[in-house]
């Protein structure tokens, strides 16, 4: 309906205005060469099947896609989330392909935290390996708070989990979300975290395919700032933060971010410092996650071989 596709064209627009205002050119010039290229491809196909490029791929679900495709960090596009949404082109594989060769070029990849995981020079690592399909946890975090909307009778999180647990792919799920309004990669997996925080089962081994967890020394590297920082992670979220304060990543994180990131407006921060950040939130939400639970994750050594994610 109109109400779909009037909220897809805003998030784009109010994306792309946000990063602007912030003065994240470079990123900004980055999302405008993807939307370009998306264009190109559509204008192309439009030309050799002789029909208009809204009948290859309507705007909105242009944006829907780039919007999603913004927001991926170590994974590449899907041509089955694609499919699930509607794209029906036949240049479909084409299109894939423009948007893995950006998100090559642009994505901060190689910036490992530590300078083991996404290597492609072999390095030894310590990997997080998963032994069921399924985990059950014996009970809800004890902070957990179970807020239902009056809108739909459901938590935010819940409609993102359920469609996870019946096979969905989270890219499908944030370029079709239940409001119509797409959604960050990142929000619909901090969706399914939620349902685990819930009591609620999971399959640790389906999520580590989309959203890589920490290696074993970079979960060393979580506990250790436990003890440096002096915040719980299982405690009091409100409370549990600095000086009794509300638990904040930034807080939890700025040992490896150095003193002067937490005190920067997020303007100032550098295009490395955000990639950084964001590496290190992904793999912190994977261990706020398990020590909530009391998951105790299974580390086996092996040999990291090139990534076969670039195209």
Request: net charge negative.
């Amino acid at each position: 309906g109109e109400g779909i596709v009037l909220k897809s064209l805003q998030t784009w627009d109010k994306y792309l205005d946000l990063l602007e205002r912030n003065n994240r050119t470079e990123r900004l010039e980055q999302l405008q060469d993807l939307q370009a290229r998306m264009e190109a491809w559509r204008m192309d196909i439009a030309s050799k099947l002789r029909i208009a490029p809204s009948d290859v791929m309507p705007d909105h679900l242009l944006f829907k896609i780039a919007y999603t495709a913004g927001s991926l960090k170590s994974e590449k596009l899907e041509k089955d989330a694609l499919v699930a949404i509607g794209v029906r082109s036949s240049g479909i594989d084409d299109l894939v392909v423009a948007i893995n060769e950006w998100l090559v070029e642009t994505t901060e990849k190689k910036l490992s935290p530590i300078g083991v995981k996404n290597n492609s020079n072999g390095d030894e690592s310590s990997q997080m390996v998963f032994h069921l399909d399924q985990f059950q946890p014996a009970e809800a975090w004890t902070h957990f708070v179970y807020r239902k909307q009056k809108k739909t009778g459901m938590a935010s999180w819940e409609s993102s989990y359920d469609r996870f647990m019946e096979g969905e792919h989270p890219q499908t799920i944030a370029m079709s979300p239940v409001n119509g309004r797409p959604i960050q990669v990142n929000t619909v997996l901090n969706h399914i975290f939620q349902g685990v925080l819930s009591g609620r089962s999971i399959d640790f081994k389906r999520i580590a395919t989309i959203s890589t967890p920490p290696t074993q020394k970079e979960w060393d590297t979580l506990n250790k700032l436990e003890a440096e920082t002096g915040m719980s992670v299982t405690g009091d979220p409100k409370t549990s933060g600095i000086g009794g304060d509300s638990f904040r990543m930034t807080d939890f994180l700025s040992p490896i971010m150095g003193e002067d990131f937490a005190s920067k407006e997020y303007a100032d921060r550098t295009e490395e410092e955000n990639a950084k950040f964001g590496i290190w939130c992904g793999l912190l939400q994977w261990y706020l996650t398990m020590r909530r639970i009391g998951y105790i994750p299974d580390f086996v050594e092996t040999k990291l071989e090139k990534n076969d994610w670039e195209v």
